[in-house]
């Protein structure tokens, strides 16, 4: 079966800096990645999906990379604001199994 | 869009008790998720279901535990008994009929705590 997993359980970065969050996944019939952001108390919230036919996604300050050669997406978080502190999540997925989630990385913004 | 709802929020009970967990999904998305959050092993699936039919419960832990889904509007998930190994955070999630089929729409989570 598929398993995900983060390279870094917490990671923390200066307020204005950029931060990369990466992850690794193991099953390479996975099609579908996601990141999620978890803030204290709340349930998961979607932030960017990526498919295996591509590999570069942007959204606002945000960007999601993805090398299927080596099973691997990261997620950039450019000028980390305080409000980006949270548990973020990826998740790998494909067909009726639904989605793997990774156990996660906790993103602490310094002042 | 009021997005999915849980309730309670928050749970305490003893070991032994019944406790059930409810969900309503967002409507019109037809499939429904139940997925529990604990720091040593992270969000697990334990069940969903397509159209209100479960298709994959692999993820139950054990018999003491039941999902249901008797319409498109409503899902609960059953412990009985409880012991303290169940406590854990449990969400809720749907997905759209239409769009990314995988893109999964989360709860705010119950919070459960068996002593």
């Known amino acids: 079966g598929e398993s995900v997993g983060l390279h870094l359980p917490t990671l923390s970065v200066q307020e204005g800096d950029n931060s990369i969050i990466n992850c690794a996944y193991s099953n390479s019939a996975s099609d579908y990645f996601i990141w999620y952001k978890q803030e204290s108390g709340k349930g998961p919230q979607f932030i960017i999906d990526i498919r295996s036919n591509m590999d570069k996604r942007q959204g606002q300050r945000v960007t999601v990379l993805l090398n299927k050669t080596v099973k691997h997406l990261s997620l950039q978080i450019a000028a980390t604001q305080p409000g980006d502190s949270a548990v973020y999540f990826c998740a790998a997925g494909g067909g009726a199994d639904g989605l793997t989630f990774g156990k996660g990385t906790h993103l602490i913004i310094q002042p | 869009d009021a997005g999915v709802i849980q309730s309670p929020r928050h749970e305490v009970t003893e070991m032994g008790q019944e406790v059930t967990l409810r969900c309503k999904p967002i409507s019109g998305h037809n499939s429904l998720f139940w997925y529990r959050q604990t720091m040593m092993r992270g969000l697990e699936l334990l069940i969903y279901f397509n159209n209100n039919v479960p298709i994959d419960d692999s993820g139950m832990p054990e018999d003491r535990f039941s999902a249901k889904m008797p319409n498109a509007s409503f899902s609960t998930l059953k412990i009985q008994p409880s012991e303290p190994r169940d406590s854990a955070v449990y969400f809720c999630?749907?997905?759209?009929?239409?769009?990314?089929?995988?893109?999964?729409?989360f709860g705010p989570g119950t919070r459960l705590l068996v002593l």
């Open positions: 999630a749907s997905r759209p009929a239409s769009g990314s089929r995988e893109t999964q729409y």
